[in-house]
């Protein structure tokens, strides 16, 4: 009976809505001179139909019933009064089991608190909220709830309508886990993600990229003009504008630090509009640091590989030259000791002489360039050769530039050649003070020690990875003309040079120095700031065993006879006419095979082998062996272009040789190492 009642009281307030409007409409229309018909109700009215008003509470009753919706009604202590059928089957309980029940028997306690709503619906009048409530079966059925407070006599009765919302708030959850992994996904990755409707405002911008201040959380940058907030970045600006603009296209853009490969893809509808923009940035600055380190140290390979081969090149044309040099030394002197001493073309012939020296003393720093220069290493410190070099310098330098020494007290000692370290001093404090020119400057020489580690290894301007280890480092500054980078590139080369030509090796052979040191170089450089120099040497070790080499005693004993094997023809006729000379008598031979038959068939007469290292078909070294098995005594004095300490050790573990002889000798040194050997 309450239900109707209700339901009466709802239809009557529709009726009274619905013939009010429709008298007015008939009056409009009375005055327009159209009838107009107004509602259902309003026509059965007219048409004079006897409802009563408990027929309309019925009907809507029935209509109600029927509605998928659920309706209920519940007094002033929120208990089930009526209820329809939808009601009952959305929470799975019979008619009876339901009715009497309090409403907060059946909620379940959420964060929208349904009892306040409730309250506030029973004092407003009016409240629409969400609430869930327990399933017969267990589980939760979550509702939209919509409350009106209506007065039924003395009595005040709160009628609701509720929904079944439960899969489309399961359905709106799964889309907002959806999107909150999306975010969480883009915020862990490195990468940026910015979208724009088709008037360029923000809907989306998330990133996960160190230092990209450009990107928006949490909605900040949303519903913004993209090109205003992000005004601060005139390059991504400019592209925004061209993706806006509807291009499609790929760019890289570094801001705050960090590099970013960006790709841009116009968002269009069903008819082809363009409908928003988005616009992807993935992290590269890594990646372009890593390609850039491999690209130089691709280079670096490069040129150590350019300077090892001009190494292998120059210590091939030194030795070649040297063998030359033996017959322009020899015969010059040869030639030189048969004019009279009032001849014309003495001093030409002096001058030849000379010359062949200075050409002696350019291959020697050749070899030093190639790393086979004849070096006498001892222990030195590396200061004291430059305090003694310092005050010759100093008068070197024009007067406008200034030497200062910072030397470490406390530097290690290190393994070298005395003459070489001073040639590398010298050189480069030199090359310094060049650099400064006419203007005031400073040449600053610097040492100290350093420590490498596995982690610290590098390759240096001069292609050479340095071991792990101690190391005395030279550093040569000047604050003069600089270098760039085309220049630094080159400088290491043989003969390369910016000043005037004819000025020798150079750079070339201090780097050859370094290398024969198992050290290394640096160069720092910048056009009109000044260049660095910072040579690293090994600090000393405990002390080697020197080669094993044989005594050498001089003989009163005159004559004799010496096997020549050379592969030169000009060293073997050079060497016969020098030997002959001096009352020796010579045997020659042109390659390795030749020279030990010859050894074979007269080798009871012979006193010396002088046997060149670098042979053709047969090397030296096997010529060696073949002798010492025919003759184990023999005196085998051995000759090459390549210095005395390499040569022993590529004899390493064979029978060392009587004597060693380097080219370019003199007729001097020759005879006298014959005399020496022959007893």
Known sequence: MLLQIVLAAITLALLSCSRCAMIGRARRGAQSGHAESASLGGAAAAAGTDETDADIAARNAAILNSSLDGFFILDESYTLLEFNAAFARM?????????????????????????????????????????????????????????????????????????????????ERALCESEQRLRGVIRGAPIALLATDAQGRVTLAEGNIDGAAFIGRGGAMNGQPALEALRSYPELCAALRRGLAGESFACVIAIAQRTCEWTFAPQRGEAGEQIGLIAVATDVTERIRAEEQRRQLEQQVLYAQKLESLGVMAGGVAHDFNNFLVGVLCNASLALESLPVDSPVR???????????????????MLVYSGRGNIEVRSLVLNDLIREMSELLRAAFPRQVELRLNLDPSLPTIDADAGQMQQLIMNLLINASEAIGEHPGTVSCTTYASDVTEAQRAVHASGDVLPAGRYVCLEVSDNGCGMSAETQARIFEPFFTTKFTGRGLGLAAILGIVRSHHGTIRVASQP???????????????????????????????GGTVLVIDDEEDVRDVVQAVLARRGFRVLAADDGPSGIDLFRRHAAEIDLVLLDLTMPEMSGEEVMQHIAAIRPDAKIVLSSGYSEDETYERLSGERPPAGFVQKPYTVDALIDKVAALIG
């Open 91 to 171: 929470l799975g309980y019979p008619r009876d089991a339901l009715l009497g029940q309090k409403l907060s028997q059946l909620e379940i306690e959420t964060p929208g608190h349904a009892g306040v709503e409730r309250t506030n619906a029973a004092r407003t009048g009016h409240h629409l909220f969400f609430t869930a409530m327990r399933h017969r079966l267990g589980h939760a059925v979550e509702l939209e709830v919509s409350v009106m407070a209506l007065h039924s006599g003395p009595r005040k009765v709160l009628v609701g309508f509720a929904r079944d919302v439960t899969e489309r708030l399961r359905a």
């Open 347 to 365: 001093g030409q012939i002096e001058k030849i002489l000379n010359a062949s020296k200075r050409a002696s003393e350019l291959t020697r720093q």
């Open 528 to 558: 009109g700031v000044g260049t660095v120099f910072t040579v690293m040497l090994p600090v000393a070790q405990q002390p080697a065993a020197a080669p094993v080499r044989p005594p050498v005693e001089r003989s009163a004993r005159q």
